[in-house]
């Protein structure tokens, strides 16, 4: 109940997003070993923080899409 009490009194607009250069970096050299030329799909999970409309993305973190053929 915590969490969505915190939601909602910090539903503000996003006016700003900096992603650090790592971050793109990552997800570059994630795409390239993963999927290029192909028509793979990536997931990825992007970690930072939001503070007075900026959000801040720090780190990420690659996934995996694991298909199952029936």
Not at 36 to 48: A, C, E, H, N, S
Not at 51 to 58: H, I, L, S
Request: zero cysteines; glycine letters at 6%.
């Amino acid at each position: 109940m915590d969490v969505i009490k915190t939601q909602q009194v910090s539903s503000r607009p996003i006016e700003k997003v900096v992603v650090h250069p790592l971050v793109l970096l990552s997800i570059v050299d994630n795409y390239n070993r993963v999927a290029r030329d192909t028509r793979k799909r990536l997931v990825g999970v992007l970690f930072g923080t939001s503070f007075k409309g900026t959000v801040d993305v720090t780190n990420s973190y690659a996934g995996r899409i694991v298909s199952i053929e029936n």
